[in-house]
């Protein structure tokens, strides 16, 4: 396999003691793990170093214009924002990059959990996860608004 899915797999088993190889349900992944460990399981995955100086990079250079970011991602990168099961490995990581760039990310939309959640960060960052299309029962609609506004009061 790919070397990143080799250093994932790495990662993994030294988080969780279960036998995350074993897909098919008969091994409960979370089984012994509390909080935010709960993550540790295989559908969420990490940003890797190249990913992280990229994202870095970005939020170094939209900082300096004076820019505001709204980053997009599958998986959630703060506590609350979605269920622990559902964070990014290196979550804290991305939490401290948003947080070493101050007032510049306003909001991390996400994914993966189906039952969506909202948390604010330390920073004033607002953490949204949309609900999985998935788990809106017809006729109800299945799609989201972001209204974008310069005004800081909104």
Aim: aromatic share 6%; with cysteine.
């Amino acid at each position: 396999g790919h070397a990143s899915s080799k250093q994932a797999w790495e990662l993994l088993t030294q988080h969780n003691p279960n036998d995350c190889s074993v897909d098919d349900g008969s091994v409960d992944w979370t089984s012994g793990l509390q909080g935010a460990n709960r993550r540790w399981i295989p559908f969420n995955g990490a940003l890797g170093d190249t990913q992280l100086g990229w994202l870095s990079n970005e939020l170094g250079e939209a900082m300096s214009l004076g820019e505001k970011v709204v980053i997009l991602t599958h998986v959630g990168v703060c506590p609350g924002s979605c269920a622990d099961m559902c964070l990014l490995w290196n979550y804290t990581q991305v939490l401290d990059l948003i947080e070493a760039h101050p007032g510049t990310v306003v909001a991390v939309l996400a994914g993966h959990d189906h039952d969506g959640g909202y948390a604010l960060d330390g920073s004033g960052c607002h953490h949204v996860t949309f609900k999985s299309p998935l788990e809106a029962r017809p006729p109800l609609p299945c799609h989201a608004t972001v209204h974008v506004h310069t005004n800081d009061t909104q």
